[in-house]
Structure formats: structure tokens, C-alpha cells
């Protein structure tokens, strides 16, 4: 059977959430942010040709709303026809928040600082819902940072930001748990939910992807395993979700647009994006 009451309530923001970010932070800045020390504009993290292109789509992104052009289509490099940046592997909502960042601090820094920033921001979502789930501080601690510090997150921090910005995900998750035990308002759900797969989306397609269809994995198990209350739950459940995943849809429809109306880039165009970096 599986229980969804009688566990903890915890503020997401509490002292012992903080603490956690603070101990990730700490263990990102010591690990990746030592050689960066007096050349955080002028070094970044990162390895081969996937940093440059990074930070040449929020130059582009900048570029793009300062001039109000169409921010999907570079047309700077293969003129005319240009190439579509919705079949990139860049993050065009990650180029857009450091767009204006970038114009205060540089670009490298900004990317620097995302790229810090990843491993604690996973790490404490992380702990936020390991400790909902188990209710103990210490466990969800050493859990949350071999999610933060897993494999697949620093493999990908050598440079695909569209890979290793995980911190929705957790959230997802245990947004999902509140409103099961009831928590949580079913409005207040979905419109919490709606932001957090709109923030995945524009993140990474990839990921906001596998998070779908392990997230149907699971309610399915969920539901196959549970007793009749749970399932009744379940049901409760599914209209909230699919009014969520239909704002997402929404919201993401000029991005889905690009994405299905032309067809997938040669991986040269990538490469003559990431020589325009360098040359610029």
C-alpha cells in the first residue's frame, strides 16, 4: 500500500532547506569554482564547443529583444535562410533570464554563475522532496546530493545548460505528493505545476519529455498498487494535471510552432554558430 498522509509538513524555505542549499553552494563553489577565482569574466566552466555556443544564444537572445526579431530565427549565419533555434540543444528561456543579467555582469559570468548555481539549486529540490518523503533531515541531506552531484548532471555541466538544469523536476514531484495528501489547494496545484513544466519546457525539451513519461510511469504504478482510496486520489488528480499541461502547451505554442513547421538543423550549422562565437 501507499501512504500519502501522516507524513511531515515542511516549509520548502525553512531553515533546514536553506542550510541545504547552502552546504551544495558550498560543495559547487569548492569543486567547479576554485579556477574561476579572479577570472570569473575571463575562464568559465565548461569543455569543447558547448560553452561558446551557450553563451552566443543568450548574446543572440539579448541581440533578439533588444531589436524585437524574431528570437527562433538567427539570421545572421547562413543568410538568407538562416537557422531555427528550436532544434538547437541551447536553452532559449535560460538565454533570455541571463539576456539581461549578461548585459550588467557579461555574459561569462553570467554563465559562470548558472553554471554554480546548478547543483545547488538541484541539490535543494532535491532535498525538499526526499525530506517530504522520508521526514528525515540527515537522510534527505546525503540523497539530495547524489541526485545534485550525480553523474548525469556534471557530465552535462561541461557546458549543455539545456541538460543540467534538473530543479524542476524534484518540484514537480512534490507538488504532486502535496496535492495527493491534500496539502494543497487543487487551484493552487495546478497553477504551481503549470509553472514548473513551463519552466522545465523552457529549460529543456528533453528532459520535460522524460519527466512526462516517467511521471505516467509512475501514477500508473501508483494507481496499480494502491488501495481504492488512493486511487480515488489518482483520479482527483488527473483534471488538474491535464489543465496544467495544457497552459504548457499554451504558453509553449510559438516554440512548438518553429519546432514542427522546419525541419532539424545540420550539426554544421552548430558549429559555424559556435566559430561566429569566437569571431565575433
Not at 576554485?34 to 541581440?63: E, K
Not at 534527505?140 to 539545456?162: D, I, R
Request: hydrophobic share 55%; charged share 10%; with cysteine.
Amino acid at each position: 500500500m501507499i501512504k500519502v498522509n501522516n507524513t511531515p509538513k515542511y516549509r520548502i524555505t525553512d531553515r533546514e532547506s536553506v542550510t541545504a542549499f547552502a552546504v551544495y553552494l558550498g560543495l559547487s563553489l569548492f569543486f567547479f569554482g576554485r579556477a574561476l577565482i579572479g577570472h570569473f569574466g575571463d575562464r568559465y566552466i565548461g569543455l569543447g564547443a558547448d560553452p561558446p555556443s551557450s553563451m552566443l544564444s543568450i548574446v543572440w537572445m539579448r541581440h533578439a529583444l533588444e531589436g524585437r526579431v524574431n528570437p527562433f530565427q538567427v539570421n545572421v549565419i547562413w543568410t538568407p535562410d538562416g537557422i531555427d533555434l528550436a532544434h538547437t540543444a541551447d536553452s532559449l528561456l535560460v538565454a533570455a533570464v541571463l539576456a539581461p543579467i549578461s548585459l550588467a555582469i557579461g555574459v561569462v559570468r553570467a554563465y559562470n554563475a548558472l553554471a554554480l548555481l546548478a547543483p545547488a539549486l538541484s541539490g535543494w529540490s532535491a532535498f525538499v522532496l526526499y525530506r517530504r518523503i522520508c521526514g528525515n533531515h540527515q537522510a534527505a541531506l546525503v540523497g539530495a546530493s547524489m541526485f545534485s552531484f550525480s553523474p548525469f548532471l556534471l557530465g552535462h555541466l561541461v557546458g549543455q545548460t539545456n541538460l543540467y538544469i534538473l530543479w524542476f523536476i524534484p518540484l514537480a514531484v512534490y507538488l504532486v505528493l502535496l496535492r495527493l495528501a491534500n496539502e494543497i489547494s487543487t487551484r493552487r496545484f495546478g497553477v504551481y505545476l503549470a509553472l514548473a513544466l513551463i519552466a522545465q519546457f523552457g529549460c529543456s525539451l528533453e528532459l520535460f519529455a522524460t519527466m512526462t513519461l516517467f511521471g505516467g510511469i509512475a501514477l500508473a504504478l501508483a494507481w496499480g498498487m494502491g488501495d481504492a482510496d488512493l486511487r480515488a486520489r489518482l483520479t482527483a488528480l488527473m483534471p488538474p494535471l491535464a489543465r496544467s499541461y495544457a497552459v504548457t502547451a499554451l504558453i509553449a505554442s510559438p516554440y512548438l510552432y518553429y519546432f514542427f513547421a522546419f525541419g532539424p538543423i545540420e550539426m554544421a550549422s552548430m558549429r559555424d554558430l559556435t566559430l561566429a562565437w569566437h569571431l565575433r
